[in-house]
């Protein structure tokens, strides 16, 4: 995909409306978009942020090339001085939004795009597909590495992954989410992420014997030595082929795999037989169609692990494979002033925010959590850290005073007049500093099952131009 101009990777009806806005000379006018999404997949209390950038990188190569305006011209709708237009297309458009690996939550606005409309609408569907994927998978993962309780988890998703991009950048969001590596072997090159894996039944069943095959392996690799122990029978020959080997030639690092069976039962079994061999040094990983409830069952049932292979149920996030990530216009610029705009809908949930916004993170003081988040007007002061009043905006009754706080803009400018002004942190960097962030909520919001509702509060004055325009709204309803 490299060698690919992906500019017209896109849903057709964006040049249908940039065709529309360039032919009734509204192309130019000055647009605010927002990037949200509407509620955290699993159920789960949070999301995490990725695939920024993918984004920057797309921007930056944003250009229409002669084979993509040929291919317009055979559509037979488009004139010649829109596809001149798209021929000198130069992107403009300014940019804000939450850094890779932050915890998010439904309704915020982690991307705003503000500039022409005609670009801002256009590259809706391609900023969709990078934060939605990435996202999804990021915060799939950073719910099974919280599962393992400390254990390593590596990602062994790439022969399930949904084609080839999905497996890099799937392997890369796993990455940000806490994996400690990866099977997919272009991503150490590429991204500098860990490659990681130990053989195949295959590698086991091409020798005469289980114990040749373990030899040969354990021969070439000395420094790392990791046999899938499950080919024929774990207990009866699997496990005492493996101590033989280990006893016999002494590798500086030894593991068993387990690719199947009772996890628990096994896993338990093997200590006892490796530690009796004299062999508690060995590590002991388990892989089969695994998720964060499947290894949090198994922790508190006592099994024997040091570490997980997580392949199709984290690169797919088979539990919920659409993160639902929404791009919604939120303003149109006249002389200089903003005029809000919203979608409404006879789902509350769909009813949007208007206007050009910020997204403040509060902080207590004292112990460094994170408290709330605050959505203001762009024009509004930071809130105040002593005596703020929030409220659920899904349960207006329910408030709460807060003090003693910091209120951080977590928001921050990756384009200005289409010139990246960004310098985006390298995937080791981002992977840290999202344990760093999620170690800054509270325990209740980790919770797999009911997890605490997290405070996503709306300032006044928002709430009042929410309010106000609803209302106009309904007179527009009536006048009808």
Known sequence: MDDKNLTILTDFYEFSMANGSFRTGVSEDIACFDLFFRRV?????????????????????????????????????????????????????????????????????????????????????????????????????????????????????????????????????????????????????????????????????????????????????????????????????????????????RPKKMGIRVDSGDITYLTKRARQMLNEAGLPECEIVVSNSLDEWIIRDVISQGAEIDSFGVGERLITAGSEPVFGGVYKLAGIERDGAIIPKMKISENVEKITNPGFKTLYRLFDRDTGRVMADVITLDCEPVPSGEDYVIFDPSFPWKRKKLCNFTAINIRKQIFKNGKCVYKSPDIHEIRSYCKAQVDTLWEELLRFENPQNYYVDLSDELWRLRSDLIEQYKQMEVNV
């Open 41 to 249: 997949p699993d159920n789960g209390g949070f999301a995490i942020m990725a695939g920024l950038e993918q984004v920057i990188e797309y921007l930056e190569n944003l250009r229409f090339d002669d084979k993509d305006i040929a291919f317009l011209r055979t559509r037979g709708v488009f004139r010649e001085d829109f596809l001149g237009f798209l021929e000198n297309f130069e992107f403009k458009c300014d940019i804000w939004a939450v850094p890779e690996g932050t915890p998010i939550f439904p309704g915020e606005p982690i991307l705003t795009v503000r500039g022409p409309v005609a670009q801002a609408q256009y590259i809706e569907s391609m900023l969709l597909l990078l934060i939605n994927h990435q996202s999804l998978i990021a915060t799939k993962a950073n719910r099974i590495v919280r599962a393992a309780a400390g254990r390593a988890v590596m990602e062994f998703g790439t022969r399930r992954a949904h084609g080839a991009s999905a497996a890099i950048l799937g392997a890369r969001a796993a990455y940000i989410g806490g994996c400690v590596g990866t099977a997919c072997t272009i991503c150490e090159r590429d991204m500098g992420i860990r490659a990681l894996g130990t053989m195949a039944h295959s590698w086991v069943q091409v020798f005469p014997s289980e114990y040749e095959a373990f030899r040969r392996y354990a021969e070439i690799y000395p420094d790392n030595c990791v046999l899938l122990v499950d080919t024929y029978n774990v207990l009866k020959s699997g496990i005492p082929n493996a101590i033989r080997v280990f006893k016999e030639l």
